[in-house]
């Protein structure tokens, strides 16, 4: 079994749940990030945030940064959080047994910074879990955010990266059901957490 697992296809959501479901408790032990939604007072989603993937396990008193403000249209992005804050969690990632990569592949690859520690951290053999955006809903934020086709050949270069290292599995969830995923990724778990 490939030492890397990224998940691809279906939705953020759904991607982001099967990595929590196939790790449990562990992910509490887990370096790297996950993304959260932050939601006003009528339940919507007003903004994105970057978290440690720790508090996805419920691990209090961990620092979240919003990168994303949905309250106006089209979204504010804030590129420092990834540039500083992302950056940071992807060096201490190498301090933990295994780590969460919940979602990459999108304007953070324009990021040098964060494109630097991501190799570094792709480089380090550490085990790694996590959620690929899709070449469509990459394109989606490039459009939304009126971004060059430098981005596109960002996340081109990574999936490309990704498909053509022998280390590394991509699991498109268009393509197997979610019970051939979740045994997957629970054999996953088992063997690299």
């Given at each position: 079994?490939e030492k890397?697992i990224?998940?691809?296809?279906?939705d953020p959501?759904?991607?982001?749940?099967?990595i929590?479901?196939?790790l449990?408790e562990?992910?509490?032990?887990?370096g790297?990030?996950?993304i959260?939604?932050?939601?006003?007072v009528?339940?919507?989603?007003?903004g994105?945030?970057l978290?440690?993937a720790?508090?996805?396990?419920?691990?209090?008193g961990?620092p979240s940064?919003r990168f994303?403000?949905?309250?106006?249209?089209?979204?504010?992005?804030?590129n420092?959080?990834?540039?500083s804050?992302g950056?940071?969690?992807?060096r201490e990632?190498a301090?933990y047994p295994?780590?969460?990569l919940a979602e990459?592949?999108?304007?953070e690859?324009?990021?040098?910074q964060?494109?630097?520690a991501?190799?570094a951290?792709?480089?380090?053999?550490?085990?790694?879990?996590g959620?690929?955006?899709?070449a469509e809903?990459?394109?989606g934020w490039?459009q939304?955010?009126?971004?060059g086709?430098r981005?596109t050949?960002?996340?081109?270069?990574?999936?490309?990266g990704?498909?053509?290292?022998?280390?590394?599995?991509i699991?498109d969830?268009?393509?197997?059901s979610?019970a051939?995923?979740?045994a997957l990724?629970?054999?996953?778990a088992?063997?690299y957490?």
């Open positions: 079994m890397r990224f998940l691809t296809g279906a959501k759904t991607r982001s749940r099967l929590r479901e196939a449990g562990k992910l509490a032990w887990a790297g990030f996950v959260a939604a932050e939601a006003n009528r339940g919507y989603a007003d994105y945030a978290r440690p720790a508090a996805a396990a419920g691990v209090e961990l940064r994303l403000d949905c309250r106006s249209w089209p979204p504010e992005r804030d420092e959080v990834f540039r804050f950056t940071e969690l992807l990632a301090l295994f780590t969460v990459i592949g999108g304007f690859t324009l990021i040098p964060f494109r630097e991501l190799e951290l792709l480089q380090s053999g550490l085990p790694i879990i959620a690929l955006k899709t809903e990459a394109e490039r939304l955010f009126g971004l086709e981005m050949q960002q996340t081109d270069h990574l999936r490309a990704f498909a053509s290292d022998p280390g590394t599995h699991l969830l268009n393509e197997v979610e051939e995923a979740h990724l629970r054999a996953w088992a063997a957490t």
